[in-house]
C-alpha cells in the first residue's frame, strides 16, 4: 500500500497525478469528453446571459421611459378620489367609482390646471399619418412632441440632421426614409385629413423601435386628427387619454403622484422609480419575474446535464474498458479500490472543469453575438449586456459535477477488476435480468403520472387571472419532473428493447444482426448512447407541441374578418352630418386588381344591417337569432361589422368561405333557401326574415311589418368570419329585401407587401376618397419554420451523439471488426454493419424520445372538471415530428453506412488480434 498511496493526503496526490496523466496520454477521448459536457454548458449559459441581459432595472425603466425627465403624466379620468396606481406601472391603476358612461371629455383636469405654476411641462401624443410614400400612401404611425429635446435622451436620440424649427418640419425614423422614399431635406405631403408638406430635417431613433419600424416626428399637433375641437365627444376622450405630459424639471414625490392620482392621472416618476414606497397599494402585472427565468435555466441545465452524463459516461466506460490492464497492474502492487475509483472520479472533474469553463465562455460570446440579433434595433430588449456570474459559476459547478457523476459508474467497475482476468485480456458477458425492466415499467408510469399532474396543475392555475406563485412553480416542477422519472425508466427498460430489437432485426441480414447483436450485448455503451438520443429528442418533441399549440391558439383566437388571403373595402361612406351613403364599386375593383398581383376582385351585395342608411331606407331586415343563448362562442356577438344577410351567387359563397360550397347548400340555394355560416341562426332547418321600419333613433328597429321562414342549411367557414347568412338575389327579390352594393372582396394570391398596400392605398384614395382596405393576413404562422428549425438542430446534435456512440461502439468492437475482416467478410458486411448500428441505436432513441415529448404536451391540454380549457391545444405537428423518429435515424445510418470501412492492413489486423 505505501507503494502507490501511503496516508489519504498522498493518496489523493497519487490520483490527482494518475488521472491527469491518463487524460494526457488519451488525448483525444479527453477532448471528446470535455467537448460532450461543453456543449450543453454553451447552450445553458447562452440562455441565462440572454436572460439576465433581458431583465429590466429600475434605472434602466427610467431611463427609457422618461430619458431625463422626472416623470411622465397620463389622464385616465376625471377627479376621483379612489384612484390609485402601482409605483412602478402607470397602466396598473384601480377606482371604486365606475363613471365610464357619463364621462366627458371637458371632465379630465390636464397636469397644468394641477401642478404648480410655473412648472414646464412637455406634452406628447401618439397617434399616426397618412402620408405619400415611395410607392403610394401609407398609414405610419406618428410621435407629436418635442421628443428630440435634451430631456429625452436615451429615451429618443437624434441620428442624424438637426431638429424641427416650425410645424412642417419633422424628423422621421432611419428605415421610414426607405419606405418614404425621401433623403434629408426633402419633403413629404400629408394626404389625410387635409393636405401638407413636412421638409425631412433628421433622423430619430427610439429606444422601443426595431430597425424596421417606420415612425415620423412633429410638433404638437403637426398631425391633426381626432383630437380638434369639433370631433365628436368620445374621439376626444381617446384624443385625451392618448397624450402624456413629461416634466422634466420637477421632482414628482411618492405623496405628489398619490394626489395626482385623485386628481384623475397616473404617474411614472423617476423618483418613485428609484426610490419605491415600503408599502404600495397595488403591484404591477408587468413586473419581472426572474425566479421564473432562473426556475427554467435551472430546468433546462438538468436535461443538460442529463443528457452529458448520459454520453460522457458511455465514453467514460469505455474508456475504462480501455485500461483494464492498466488499473490490474495498478492493482497487482497494491493500489486499493478507492484508489482505483479516485483516480477515474478525478478524471472525469477534472474533464468538467475543463468543459464547464470552455463551454461558459462559448456561451457568453454566442449570447453577446446573438443579442443585437435577436433584439432587431430594439433597445428595450436587452438594456445591458449582463453576465449573471453567480449562476454562471453554478453552471460550471454543475458541469464539474456533471462530469464526476458520468465517470462514477465506470470508476466503481473498474475499482472492482479482476486482475488475472484483466491481464489475461478477458472480459465477462453482460448479465441478462429482467427485474430492472420491471422496475423500469413502473417507473416509466409513475413519471407519466407525475407529467399529466403537473399539466393538471398548470391548467389549473391558468383558470384564474392571478395564480399563486407556488402554483405556478408546482405546475412547471412537475411538468419537467415527470418526464426525467420517464427516461430514467426507459434507461432501465433499454436493455430489454435492444435484445427485442436483435431478434426482430436478426431476420434482415448479417449486418442487421451482427448490429443488433452487438448493440444487445453492450449495453454499457449503447443504452447511454440510446438515452443520450432520446432526451435530446424529447425535448425536440415537446418543444414541437409547444410550437404548434402555440401557433393553434394563436388562429382560434384570432378575429377573422374574412379568409386567409382576402382583403375587403367597404362601400359604405360616413359623411360629417352621421349620415351614411353608398359609392361605387367598379372603381374599386379596377384598384385591386391592377395593384395586387393575382387579385380576383368582386362586388358583394347585402342586405343593410338596420339604421346603417338611415331614414334612406323604408324598412330593414334582420334575421332571427333563436339560439343565441349562453352557449353561443364569444365571437357571435361581433358578427355585423359588415352587414348580417350576404345575397350574391353561389361562387360569392364559395370566396367569403374560403372552400368549395356542398352540394346541399347549393340545392338549399336553388331551392329558395339561405345558408348560414353560423348554426345559432337556424332553428328546426329553417331561418326567419323579419322586415322592420327604422326606429326614430339610429339603430333602432321599429314595428314589424313582415316575416318569412325558408329552409337553411350551415355550412361553417374554416374560421369564424364577420359574414351571417347568404341568399340569392332571386330569394332577396321574392322576401322583398332591399339590396345594395356594400363591399369590395378580392382573393390574393399572397400576402399583400407594405409596397403594394400603399400602392392600393394611394389609388382608393383618389378613386374613392378613402384608401383603408381590410386586409386579412391570419395570425402569425411560425410553428412550421421553427419546427423544421428544431427538427435540423435535433438532426445536428443527434449526429454528434450517435457519432460519439457509433465512434465508442468501434473503439469498443475493434477486435471484432478485426476478426471479420480475418475471416474474410466483404466490405459491404463492414458497411451493412455501420448502417444498422446507426438505426438500432438511433432509431430506438428517437421513437423513444418522440413518444416521451407527446406525454408533457398532452398534459397542457388536459380538460376536466372545473377545467374549460387547456393550457395550450394538442396538436403535434405529425409530419417534422415523423421524420424526427424515423427519417433522422435513416438520415443519420447512411453517414454511419458512408464512413465504415475494413481494417485498411490485414497484417496489422493478426497482430492486433494476437495482441
Not at 157 to 165: E, I
Not at 574 to 580: A, P
Not at 699 to 728: C, D, I, K, L, N
Request: charged share 15%; net charge positive.
Amino acid at each position: 500500500m505505501s507503494a502507490v498511496g501511503g496516508t489519504s493526503r498522498g493518496a489523493v496526490s497519487l490520483a490527482v497525478r494518475l488521472a491527469r496523466r491518463m487524460a494526457l496520454q488519451s488525448i483525444g477521448r479527453s477532448l471528446l469528453i470535455a467537448g460532450l459536457i461543453a456543449l450543453p454548458i454553451v447552450g445553458v449559459t447562452g440562455i441565462d446571459t440572454v436572460e439576465a441581459s433581458h431583465l429590466t432595472t429600475p434605472a434602466d425603466t427610467a431611463r427609457f421611459q422618461l430619458g431625463q425627465n422626472q416623470a411622465a403624466i397620463r389622464v385616465v379620468s376625471p377627479p376621483d378620489p379612489h384612484l390609485e396606481q402601482a409605483p412602478n406601472d402607470p397602466f396598473t391603476y384601480s377606482s371604486g367609482t365606475d363613471n365610464s358612461s357619463t364621462m366627458q371629455a371637458d371632465d379630465y383636469l390636464s397636469p397644468q390646471a394641477v401642478l404648480p405654476q410655473g412648472t414646464r411641462i412637455i406634452p406628447t401624443e401618439q397617434t399616426t399619418a397618412i402620408l405619400s410614400t415611395a410607392t403610394g400612401v401609407g398609414s405610419i404611425a406618428a410621435v407629436e412632441g418635442a421628443v428630440w429635446g435634451p430631456s429625452f435622451r436615451g429615451s429618443y436620440d437624434l441620428q442624424s440632421g438637426r431638429a424641427p424649427r416650425s410645424a412642417d418640419e419633422i424628423l422621421v425614423s432611419p428605415h421610414a426614409l426607405t419606405r418614404l422614399g425621401v433623403r434629408l431635406g426633402g419633403t413629404v405631403v400629408r394626404v389625410q385629413p387635409t393636405r401638407a408638406t413636412y421638409r425631412v430635417v433628421g433622423t430619430l431613433r427610439g429606444v422601443t423601435d426595431r430597425s424596421t419600424d417606420d415612425v415620423v416626428y412633429g410638433a404638437l399637433g403637426a398631425f391633426p386628427g381626432a383630437g380638434s375641437q369639433d370631433a365628436s365627444n368620445a374621439d376626444r376622450l381617446d384624443a385625451v387619454q392618448a397624450r402624456i405630459y413629461y416634466v422634466p424639471d420637477r421632482v414628482v414625490p411618492w405623496s405628489e403622484v398619490r394626489a395626482l392620482n385623485r386628481q384623475g392621472m397616473t404617474v411614472l416618476s423617476r423618483d418613485v422609480l428609484l426610490h419605491p414606497p415600503t408599502s404600495p397599494h397595488l403591484t404591477s402585472g408587468a413586473v419581472s419575474s426572474p425566479w421564473l427565468d432562473v426556475l427554467l435555466v435551472a430546468l433546462l441545465g438538468v436535461f443538460a446535464m442529463f443528457e452529458v452524463c448520459l454520453l460522457a459516461g458511455a465514453a467514460f466506460a469505455v474508456g475504462a474498458r480501455h485500461r483494464q490492464r492498466s488499473f490490474a497492474i495498478l492493482a497487482s502492487v497494491g493500489a486499493t479500490r478507492r484508489l482505483l475509483f479516485g483516480v477515474m472520479a478525478v478524471e472525469g472533474a477534472i474533464l468538467g472543469l475543463v468543459g464547464g469553463v470552455a463551454g461558459a465562455l462559448g456561451g457568453i460570446a454566442a449570447a453577446f453575438v446573438a443579442e443585437p440579433r435577436i433584439a432587431g434595433g430594439s433597445q428595450v430588449q436587452y438594456p445591458e449586456f449582463r453576465v449573471d456570474v453567480p449562476v454562471v459559476a453554478a453552471i460550471i459547478a454543475g458541469a464539474i459535477v456533471a462530469g464526476l457523476a458520468a465517470a462514477s459508474a465506470p470508476a466503481r467497475a473498474a475499482s472492482k477488476v479482476d486482475t488475472v482476468a484483466a491481464l489475461r485480456g478477458a472480459r465477462r458477458p453482460p448479465r441478462v435480468s429482467i427485474r430492472r425492466p420491471m422496475v423500469g415499467v413502473f417507473v416509466v408510469a409513475g413519471g407519466s403520472i407525475v407529467a399529466l399532474l403537473g399539466g393538471l396543475v398548470t391548467i389549473g392555475a391558468n383558470q384564474t387571472i392571478d395564480p399563486p406563485r407556488q402554483v405556478v412553480v408546482g405546475g412547471i416542477v412537475l411538468l419537467a419532473t415527470g418526464p426525467v422519472v420517464m427516461q430514467i425508466g426507459m434507461v432501465l427498460i433499454a436493455p430489454l428493447l435492444l435484445r427485442g430489437a436483435s431478434s426482430i432485426l436478426s431476420r434482415w441480414g448479417t449486418g442487421a444482426r451482427l448490429a443488433a447483436r452487438d448493440a444487445a450485448r453492450n449495453p454499457g455503451r449503447s443504452v447511454p448512447a440510446l438515452a443520450a438520443i432520446m432526451s435530446c429528442v424529447f425535448v425536440s418533441a415537446f418543444a414541437m407541441c409547444l410550437l404548434a399549440g402555440g401557433q393553434e391558439l394563436g388562429v382560434r383566437n384570432h378575429d377573422w374578418q374574412s379568409p386567409m388571403n382576402t382583403g375587403v373595402v367597404s362601400l359604405y361612406e360616413s359623411q360629417s352630418d352621421g349620415t351614411t351613403t353608398l359609392v361605387g364599386g367598379q372603381s374599386v375593383v379596377r384598384v385591386l386588381d391592377h395593384d395586387l398581383p393575382g387579385s380576383h376582385a368582386r362586388i358583394l351585395s347585402s342586405s343593410p344591417d338596420l339604421g346603417v342608411l338611415g331614414k334612406a331606407l323604408p324598412t330593414y331586415t334582420t334575421v332571427r337569432v333563436p339560439k343565441l343563448g349562453a352557449s353561443a362562442p364569444s365571437y357571435f356577438g361581433s358578427i355585423g361589422v359588415s352587414d348580417h344577410i350576404t345575397v350574391g351567387t353561389p361562387d360569392d359563397l364559395a370566396a367569403i368561405l374560403g372552400a368549395k360550397v356542398s352540394s346541399e347548400s347549393l340545392a338549399t340555394l336553388e331551392a329558395g333557401g339561405a345558408v348560414s355560416l353560423y348554426p345559432q341562426y337556424v332553428s328546426g332547418g329553417t331561418v326567419t326574415f323579419d322586415a322592420v321600419k327604422p326606429g326614430a333613433n339610429p339603430g333602432e328597429a321599429g314595428p314589424r311589418v313582415a316575416s318569412h321562414t325558408v329552409p337553411a342549411v350551415v355550412q361553417e367557414p374554416a374560421h369564424p368570419e364577420q359574414y351571417g347568412v347568404f341568399v340569392t338575389r332571386a330569394t332577396a327579390d321574392r322576401l322583398g329585401m332591399h339590396v345594395v352594393p356594400s363591399q369590395v372582396f378580392t382573393t390574393m394570391a399572397h400576402s399583400p407587401t407594405t409596397a403594394e398596400q400603399d400602392a392600393v392605398a394611394a389609388d382608393l384614395t383618389v378613386a374613392i376618397g378613402n384608401g383603408y382596405v381590410a386586409f386579412e393576413t391570419g395570425p402569425s404562422l411560425y410553428a412550421a419554420t421553427w419546427s423544421w428549425a428544431l427538427l435540423g438542430l435535433t438532426t445536428v446534435i443527434a449526429l454528434g451523439a450517435a457519432a460519439v456512440a457509433l465512434a465508442l461502439a468501434r473503439a469498443d468492437g475493434r477486435r471484432d471488426s478485426h476478426v471479420l475482416a480475418v475471416v474474410g467478410a466483404a466490405p459491404r458486411v463492414q458497411r451493412s454493419f455501420g448502417f444498422w448500428q446507426g438505426v438500432v441505436v438511433v432509431g430506438v432513441g428517437s421513437v423513444i424520445g418522440v413518444v416521451l415529448g407527446l406525454v408533457p404536451a398532452f398534459a397542457l391540454g388536459l380538460r376536466g372538471p372545473g377545467i374549460t380549457h387547456g393550457y395550450l391545444p394538442f396538436t403535434p405537428p405529425w409530419l417534422q415530428l415523423g421524420l424526427t423518429a424515423v427519417g433522422m435515424p435513416l438520415l443519420i445510418a447512411a453517414g454511419s453506412w458512408l464512413v465504415s470501412r475494413r481494417p485498411r492492413a490485414l497484417l496489422r489486423t493478426r497482430r492486433d488480434l494476437v495482441a
